[in-house]
């Protein structure tokens, strides 16, 4: 089983025209993650990670190259499938949040399931499951700007499990806040991965890759070996 | 995703950001319920004026003093009526000559205007004294709710005797009968012969607050050397040209032709209908303005939330939503907005117009109701979902970028 990749970047290429000059995001990036994986991508600002992890969560598609979710190609899809495929397999971090403000926690949690077309009762018995599992028990009716910033990073994490993805993408999720605030989540990405979810992360710090199982370095957005 | 969850997302969207909501359900309000209420007050006004106009029938003419436009034919420049009124050189012998000599006539009557202060026991009201001769009450289709009104002998003589107007009756003598007492203007005692049916408030105006005393009587009484203007009523609508020729060659025996003019009643309609549209264009100019204004409020607050939603949106296309699910819920945001917006609005003009209608005349009609209620929820509709349509286009992480 573990033989066959999870997800397959295959000679990724993203450029963006800025003035009609070429700024090559990802040059050339070939990836491999297996089931179970925990990977870190670490590399300088603007050597592309974000740009890595937005196509691997197909939140964008390549200009050339393929990605290969689960023995499918998504790279050719369309804004319907993707949107499908996001609300079925993927669970995305954001490293501001991106909570919807105005929405309660367990409103935000529920997003990904109402777009998945599950029903009402189901989708806030996952939701509150979620929540209660990543500790924010007391905080499912508290507004995102109720909650600390690790509290609302936890709320945005439940929002990425609550679908039961096939892989969990975090770009940069302990880049706003506190070294205490950043090992309870690399405390619980950890019990997370050791339930079985295969985790990609993005980070700086190297305090914070240490807890991943693997280490990718990026610059210019190509891989480093 | 169905209908019922699409719609429950787009209410709960609504009551998650209420005040928004509710600014922007205002501008449809406010554009809607002046729409409404402008045009109401403009078709009761023009309806009042046409049926005031409708009762003085369309056998009748007037004699001014002056020279004035409508009675030439004139008017390319908007002429009013009192346009050019000089003073008055009218004799009672002018009256009889009319009388007298005019074939196609079937009633001439005098009409004088004064202001004076009726007096009662102490009690006293500034009211409007027109002088008429007997047949105003027949002609003029006055009821009589007590009394009777003075007659030809009476006129003849000049005698003091006086009609009142409800509210100048009711005034001075509250629960008593005031026929046949005594009352006093500028003065002079006049017998009270009745008082007239109650009439209503015309644009703020109390048409009861007058009193009526013979023509003869008013000329002797308020020192006036000539009457104001004749009244007079052809035999039928299609003598009313025979009956002006005919006038006018009798008054202009002894006045010159600039000293006095000959109206009939379809060119005093003719003048108002012009003036009734002008006015009509102007209520019509204010209300598309507010309206105009409600759009922009709508846009405005539409157009500010623009950064907010969109990053919204690409959160939620982000988890799964596609640009259809986007669109739909955007969609039914505005429409219920718009809806409520306008269902309010078309109350509120509704009430409105009911409310001021013991100032004004006002009639509600339903062309204004569709054209405020089709503009503003059109607004509504495309400034609620242009933006959104947009954002629904952008790719996640563009939309979620967006400053
Ligand atoms: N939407 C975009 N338009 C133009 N250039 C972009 C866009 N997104 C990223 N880039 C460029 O691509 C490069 C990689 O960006 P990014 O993936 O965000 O880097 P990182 O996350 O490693 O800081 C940078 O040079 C950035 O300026
Ligand atoms: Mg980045």
């Known amino acids: ?225 | 995703m169905t209908f019922w969850e699409n719609l429950r997302l787009a209410l709960a969207a609504l009551r998650a950001n209420k005040v928004r909501s509710a600014l922007t359900m205002l501008g449809i309000i406010i554009g809607v319920s002046s729409v409404i209420l402008l045009v109401a007050i403009g078709t009761g006004l023009s309806t009042y004026i046409t049926n005031q106009l409708e009762d003085l029938g369309g056998d009748s003419l007037f004699v001014m003093p002056g020279e004035l436009e409508i009675a030439t034919g004139g008017g390319g420049s908007g002429g009013m009526p009192g346009a050019g009124v000089g003073a008055s050189k009218f004799t009672i012998d002018h009256l009889e000559d009319i009388k007298r000599n005019a074939k196609t006539i079937k009633a001439v009557m005098a009409y004088t205007e004064n202001n004076g202060t009726i007096r009662y026991r102490g009690k006293s009201k500034i009211a409007q004294v027109a002088g008429v001769g007997p047949e105003y009450q027949e002609v003029r289709n006055q009821r009589i709710d007590e009394g009777s009104f003075f007659n030809l002998s009476q006129y003849n003589a000049a005698k003091k005797v006086v009609v009142l107007g409800k509210t100048v009756a009711q005034e001075l003598f509250d629960q008593e009968s005031p026929v046949g007492k005594k009352v006093t203007i500028s003065d002079k005692q006049y017998a009270v012969a009745g008082v007239l049916e109650e009439k209503g408030a015309f644009g703020g105006i109390d048409l009861d607050n007058q009193v009526f005393i013979p023509a003869t009587t008013a000329m002797r009484q308020f020192d006036m050397q000539y009457l104001q203007s004749f009244w007079i009523q052809s035999q039928g609508a299609d003598t009313i040209a025979a009956t002006k020729e005919e006038v006018e060659k009798i008054l202009s025996k002894t006045l010159d032709d600039d000293q006095f003019s000959v109206i009939d009643t379809k060119s005093i309609l003719g003048v108002i209908s012009r003036i009734l549209g002008v006015l009509t264009a102007a209520l019509g100019g204010i209300a598309a303005i507010s309206l105009l204004v409600g759009g922009i409020g709508i846009m405005n607050i539409m157009l500010v939330s623009v950064t907010e939603r969109t990053r919204e949106i690409g959160l939620r296309k982000a988890v799964g939503a596609t640009p259809q699910v986007i669109l739909t819920q955007f969609l039914i945001e505005a429409v219920i907005l718009s809806l409520f917006g306008g269902l309010s609005g078309i109350t509120l003009g509704i009430l409105g117009s009911l409310g001021i209608r013991q100032f004004l005349t006002t009639s509600v009609t339903p062309w204004s109701i569709f054209l405020a209620f089709g503009v503003s929820a059109l607004v509504g509709v495309i400034f609620g979902v242009a933006p959104a349509a947009k954002a629904s286009r952008l790719n996640p992480i563009d939309a979620l970028r967006y400053e």
């Open chain 1, 1 to 225: 089983m573990s033989s066959i990749p999870l997800l397959k970047l295959e000679n990724v290429f993203k450029i963006y025209k800025i003035d009609d000059l070429p700024v090559k995001a990802l040059d050339g990036v070939d990836l491999v993650i297996k089931k179970g994986d925990f990977l870190s991508v670490m590399g300088p600002s603007g050597s592309g990670k974000s740009t890595l992890m937005h196509i691997a969560g197909c939140l964008d598609i390549p200009t050339s190259g393929k990605v290969i979710l689960e023995g499918e190609n998504v790279s050719s899809l369309g804004e319907k499938e993707l949107a499908k495929i996001r609300s079925t397999k993927i669970g995305f971090v954001f490293q501001s949040f991106n909570l919807v403000p105005r929405m309660e926690a367990i409103d935000n949690v529920q997003l990904p399931l109402i777009y998945a077309g599950i029903k009402t009762a189901e989708r806030e018995r996952r939701a509150t499951e979620t929540l209660i599992a990543l500790g924010l028990k007391e905080r499912l009716h508290h507004f995102p700007n109720q909650l600390s910033g690790g509290e609302q990073q936890r709320v945005a994490l439940a929002r990425a499990l609550v679908n039961r993805p096939a892989i969990i993408l975090a770009d940069e999720p302990t880049g706003n806040v506190d070294s205490h605030t950043a090992k309870e989540i690399m405390e619980i990405l950890t019990k997370l991965n050791k339930e079985g979810n295969t985790l990609i992360i993005v980070t700086h710090d190297p305090e914070v890759a240490k807890w991943t199982k693997r280490i990718v370095k990026i610059k210019d957005g190509k891989i480093e070996n």
